[in-house]
């Protein structure tokens, strides 16, 4: 008779020969889908290019590790060869983990976000800011994933009034970053958001691969409007995330950044609204005060009403008696010009005008002529005086000036003479050396 296994008997029997085959063997890979959930163990992939692999890391195991897996970790591990009966995966079962080097995914990542940064697509001074009370706010991704529920969600909890404005696109595959692009292009030219959220969910590094895309990053950093990249979770780090403005750790944190918290804003009013209230009560309590003073130092307030209602009805009676008077009078003054201008003739004027500007002349030629005379008089004296005075003068009366040829000296005593001194001297028609012999 033909012996038929139940199927938890063939994965026991072939987890057991498994384990009894390879019971501690060597493997070389790169970290892919790493999952850590709450109890400690590790779950991911072990790749190359061809084939992939199941592996378990628990966590007595996990904190003797030497480094952090993260997906795209070239790693070697020792592990032994098992199979999950309960789903009949296949699987390693890990011992010890290294790091071995980094996947071919992860040295792109590296050489793009290395080209980008040095190029300055990551500075800070090109980082737009949030708008603090956005009206409309695009949502760049798949329509049918979780992203845009959990960021409709905290948006209509935190600030019902913006209005959310899905842009549907893929977020994975290889036309994944070109939909994207066209969807930030889109959106940033039609003028209608004032703020974008660029995101899906977590997943490994090749899930991820549209958004390390070099044509994303710079699409993402020519948009005008503020971008929130929100790609993965906590863990999870894109080129889109360092070339937006504001990089969120989920969806629902980006739709936390973009939005103000409605019940803060709530809290915030009622505390203005109460010290408004204060103040305003003090300085109506403070005029009440003043007020109950000067109802104190009036005698009769009755009476000085009337007084004052009397004052006023006099005061306004004068001023109606005077508004009338002044206006008879600017009439009267209205009406002299009137006859004034009507009997002056302009041309009268105009030759009237030109006859005083020819007597002005006339006046200012004599002035001029005048005040020449006095000064070439005045020069003439002048000159005179510099002519007498001058040294030249005092050549031509027969003297001479006497200079040390070497430092120019003028020799005016006696004692500033020496023998075999080299001398020059001036005459009122020329010059001559000469030299003391004693």
Partial sequence: MQNIYQVSDLTLEVRQLLEASYPSIWVEGEISNLAK?????????????????????????????????????????????????????????????EEAGLGNLQIAFEKLKQKLSAEGLFDNEHKKPLPDFPKTIGVITSASGAVIKDITTTCERRYPLAKILLYPVQVQGEQAAKEISAAIIKADQSKLCDVLIVGRGGGSIEDLWAFNQENLARTIFTCQTPVISAVGHDVDFTISDFVADVRAPTPTAAAELATPDMSQLLAQFKQSEKRLFTLISSILNRQIQHVDILTRRLVDPAAKLKSWQQSNSQLSER???????????????????????????????????????????????????????????HLQVITGKLVTLSPQSTLDRGYAIVSDTDNHQILRKLKDVKADQQLNIQLADGAFAAKTEN
């Fill in 37 to 97: 959930p709450a109890s400690g163990h590790l779950y991911f992939s072990l790749k190359d290019d061809k084939s992939q692999i199941r592996c378990a890391l628990f966590r007595n195991r996990s904190r003797n590790l030497t480094c952090t897996p993260k997906d795209g970790m070239q790693v070697r591990v020792r592990a032994q060869v098992s199979l999950y009966e309960n789903r009949g995966d296949f699987q390693l079962i890990i011992s010890h983990l």
């Fill in 319 to 377: 001023l109606q008696i005077n508004i009338r008077t002044t206006l008879s009078r600017q009439l009267q003054v209205l009406n002299h010009i009137n006859r004034l201008i009507q009997t002056h003739s302009p041309e009268k004027k105009l030759s009237q005008a030109e006859e005083k500007i020819r007597l002005l002349k006339l006046q200012l030629i004599k002035s001029t002529r005048l005040s020449f005379k006095y000064h070439s008089e």
